[in-house]
């Protein structure tokens, strides 16, 4: 028995050796490869401090930011048809739905609320492209009418965030359909006068893109979204050319005039309550510290009033 190396060497190792640090605690930035610690990102709306890359957030996050004081009633979208088609790749879509579950800790790709922001009431949609990229399916089709409806019964404004890769394979036409439903349900919107804004993220793609993300009165992207129908690489094995820089990146977008606006994350609080009020005639925005609003007793909905992680405020 060898006394120093089966001894000695492991309790000196086991004194000086770094303790394993768990993985969750920092996220490279995909933009400038910054390691990024994880509260200061979600401070930041995870925004990279170092670049400004964007990165994706989820919708409850993003609506912990947007909505005055993180608060926000949730609204519930009815469920379609589990498995239509009975749908199998390398795994049943009933396998697959339940892993974009378990990950995301979410229902669907799509969340529906209603609230204020800066005082302005409006009903907000996101798309989580966490769970299964975002795609659109029966579910995200439910999830726009049930927001047009709503805001039609309230006459409120609607706002959609959209993050998507386009399209749900495993639901064949019945998820392709979605794309004119959608479009009627919003032209409900526009009969009743009430504006739709559309806040395109990285990625927004694909059918989700040929429809509903395409339609608003006011198109506002985030920098640097990925907004095509076709992806980059597609197109140039397609045409077998070269594509410009930033071919079908927000800023080209803009100014190409396919949108309106692209506005830091940070801004877009601000930005979309002065756009609103402009839109429904209402009074300038007050900027500054905001009190509390009250939760009052209104209809009630499934889930009820949800009250999202405190977190900072863009003012």
């Not at 605690?25 to 933009?31: A, F, H, I, S």
């Not at 659109?136 to 890769?165: D, Q, W, Y």
């Not at 920098?223 to 800023?251: S, W």
Request: glycine share 8%.
């Amino acid at each position: 028995m060898n006394w120093i190396t089966n001894y000695v060497r492991p309790t000196i190792n086991s004194l000086f050796s770094r303790r394993e640090m768990p993985e969750n605690l920092w996220e490279k930035c995909p933009g400038c490869g910054t390691m990024l610690f994880h509260r200061e990102l979600a401070e930041n709306q995870r925004v990279c401090t170092a670049c400004g890359h964007h990165l994706t957030i989820a919708p409850r996050e993003r609506f912990a930011h947007f909505f005055d004081n993180g608060l926000y009633r949730e609204i519930s979208v009815p469920l379609p048809i589990a498995d239509p088609l009975h749908f199998r790749d390398q795994k049943k879509y009933p396998d697959r739905m339940r892993a974009a579950q378990k990950q995301t800790g979410e229902k669907e790709a799509m969340l529906v609320a209603e609230g204020e922001v800066l005082r302005t009431k409006l009903v907000a949609v996101a798309q989580d492209f966490g769970f299964m990229g975002g795609s659109m399916g029966m579910f995200v089709g439910n999830a726009i009418v049930t927001a047009c409806e709503r805001a039609v019964a309230h006459k409120l404004p609607l706002v959609l965030f959209s993050a998507a890769g386009g399209a749900r394979m495993q639901e064949g036409i019945l998820s392709l359909m979605q794309m004119p439903r959608t479009t009627v349900a919003l032209d409900t919107l526009r009969e009743a006068g009430l504006p739709y804004i559309v806040v395109l993220t990285d990625p927004t793609t694909g059918g989700v893109t040929a429809s509903y993300a395409m339609l608003g009165d006011v198109q506002i992207a985030e920098p640097g979204a990925l907004i095509c129908f076709a992806g980059p690489r597609v197109i140039e094995q397609t045409i077998r050319e070269k594509l410009p820089e930033g071919f079908q990146r927000a800023e080209y977008l803009l100014e190409h005039g396919m949108l309106d606006r692209v506005t830091p994350r940070k801004n877009l609080r601000a930005e979309i309550a002065t756009i609103l009020r402009m839109l429904t005639g209402q009074s300038p925005v007050v900027h500054g510290d905001l009190p509390r609003p009250e939760q009052k007793q209104t209809e009630q909905t499934t889930p009820d009033a949800v009250a999202a992680p405190q977190s900072p405020q863009s003012q």
